[in-house]
């Protein structure tokens, strides 16, 4: 008769693939709760680069970025006072929920989960003609223009890589 520690251990064997499915269940996937960013957002703000996800930021960061627009990295996106209210109320709507970082990033690139997610990513892609920088989110998710992230669509180009001097002779 076997023990109970026989069919725990049974019951982990059989469990661990669909524990390997729920790990990477793709949070960073449009959330049908949170309502599809204004034509403004993805004009305005998609006419210079991605229209980054709101929930890529806590709200104390958009309000910081809202409120500097004549100063937006070096360049000057102001915009009318109704299209930055509508703006503004969507990012602040569908802002990030993680724990608020004191320091309120003002890039998607400088948060922990960012670093996290792309921990992976070798400079080499970053840096790639391809790429140019770890803002660039449509170089490789083929749905950041729809606001979808999944790493199902992830298709990252290419890039050479030295050869290793490991084993070269001299």
Do not use: C, K, Q
């Given at each position: 008769?076997?023990?109970?520690?026989?069919?725990?251990a049974l019951a982990l064997v059989l469990a661990l693939p669909f524990a390997a499915v729920r790990a990477d269940d793709d949070r960073d996937e449009i959330d049908a709760r949170r309502t599809p960013p204004p034509a403004v957002y993805i004009d305005e703000c998609g006419g210079c680069h991605a229209p980054y996800p709101a929930s890529?930021?806590?709200?104390?960061?958009?309000r910081t970025l809202m409120s500097?627009?004549?100063?937006?990295?070096?360049?000057?996106?102001?915009?009318?006072?109704?299209?930055?209210?509508?703006?503004?109320?969507?990012?602040?709507?569908?802002?990030?929920?993680?724990?608020?970082?004191?320091?309120?990033?003002?890039?998607?690139t400088r948060t922990a989960?960012?670093?996290?997610?792309?921990d992976e990513v070798p400079a080499s892609i970053w840096r790639s003609r391809e790429i140019g920088s770890a803002a660039n989110c449509g170089g490789c998710h083929r749905g950041a223009d729809r606001g979808a992230f999944s790493e199902r669509d992830v298709r990252m180009p290419r890039v050479a890589t030295p050869p290793s001097s490991a084993g070269a002779k001299r």
């Open positions: 008769m076997p023990t109970a520690s026989i069919y725990a890529g930021l806590p709200a104390a960061s958009w500097t627009l004549d100063r937006h990295f070096g360049s000057d996106a102001t915009l009318a006072p109704a299209e930055t209210a509508v703006v503004r109320d969507w990012l602040l709507a569908n802002a990030g929920r993680r724990a608020a970082n004191p320091s309120a990033p003002l890039r998607i989960w960012f670093v996290h997610e792309h």
